[in-house]
């Protein structure tokens, strides 16, 4: 009795032995199940999805039938405040920089002509001259501050190229669907929707064009302002502009007040000489004939 219990465990464990085997097999080694096509679809997926982002840094790529270059897409943008002995000659130096690092200027302003003069010059350079110029730049004065930034747009780029594309795609089936409508409501439909798809190409080109233009001109601004004079921060210069004003108004006061008394001391003067000629001569001439 106990043997032939020992032989059907023995049968049992040999069967339970085999299914497993049989089920790693088909799970683990390379079977056809539902379950391991997924494992390696998802597989394919994931190395697809890492070439693509190793590919960013370097070589090229075709997408929506456009070659892009796949290097990082920078928007360069700087900042430069500069203590300068001759705001206009500095600006003119600065445009003189612009254009020969192959740039244009987009704005340019100076004020304070009376006092310290004070201005402001904004231009665009090319992304590989950008450094470039910056260093020029600093050199023409005495650097306050400075802030440069990069702005990553690689993957905004490629995001909005890929949507453009699929919208191109669209527009395309559109159009070979409106050629086979048959029916009016069929057609005003079809054309709306074509409408809308064209109104997301026009919006998408838009941003790839700024986004071009950014990539490929820099944007530098700079602010420049005079010495300040040695006295003033004393105040030197100040006591000595308000005691010369002072001055002047005084003298100014001096004029007006001249101008109202003189006509009255001339009046006073005739009434009283006038008076001291009649007390002299005419009032004795007076009594004496009484």
Avoid at 194 to 221: A, F, H, P, Q, W
Avoid at 256 to 283: D, E, H, Q, R, S
Wanted: charged fraction near 20%; hydrophobic fraction near 40%; glycine fraction near 8%.
């Amino acid at each position: 009795m106990n043997k032939k219990l020992v032989v059907i465990a023995a049968v049992m464990l040999l069967i339970i032995t085999m299914f497993l085997v049989s089920t790693a097999f088909n799970f683990g080694l390379g079977g056809t199940s539902e379950i391991s096509y997924d494992r390696s679809y998802s597989g394919f997926q994931k190395s697809e999805f890492e070439l693509s982002a190793n590919s960013l840094d370097t070589g090229n790529s075709i997408l929506n039938g456009k070659a892009i270059s796949m290097e990082r897409m920078i928007i360069s943008t700087g900042r430069l405040q500069l203590e300068v002995d001759n705001v206009p000659s500095t600006v003119n130096k600065i445009t003189n920089i612009t254009v020969q690092q192959g740039g244009f200027i987009s704005g340019s302003s100076v004020s304070g002509y009376e006092e310290r003069k004070n201005g402001q010059v904004t231009v665009r350079v090319p992304q590989k001259n950008f450094y470039a110029a910056v260093e020029q730049i600093e050199a023409l004065g005495t650097v306050k501050s400075k802030d440069l930034q990069g702005q990553d747009v690689t993957e905004q780029y490629i995001d909005i190229n890929a949507r453009l594309g699929n919208f191109k795609k669209q527009e395309e089936r559109l159009q070979e669907i409106l050629k086979m409508a048959t029916t009016v409501k069929d057609v005003l439909d079809i054309e709306r929707e074509l409408n809308r798809v064209r109104g997301e190409i026009e919006s998408l080109t838009g941003k790839l064009n700024y986004l071009d233009k950014s990539i490929e001109m820099s944007t530098i601004t700079v602010n420049v302002n005079e010495l300040a004079p040695f006295f003033e921060g004393w105040g030197i210069t100040d006591a000595l502009k308000q005691s010369v004003n002072g001055f002047f108004d005084s003298i100014s006061g001096l004029i007006v007040f001249t101008g109202y008394i003189l006509p009255i001391a001339i009046y006073l003067f005739l009434v009283i000489f006038i008076g001291m000629g009649v007390k002299k001569k005419i009032i004795p001439r007076l009594f004496g004939k009484q």
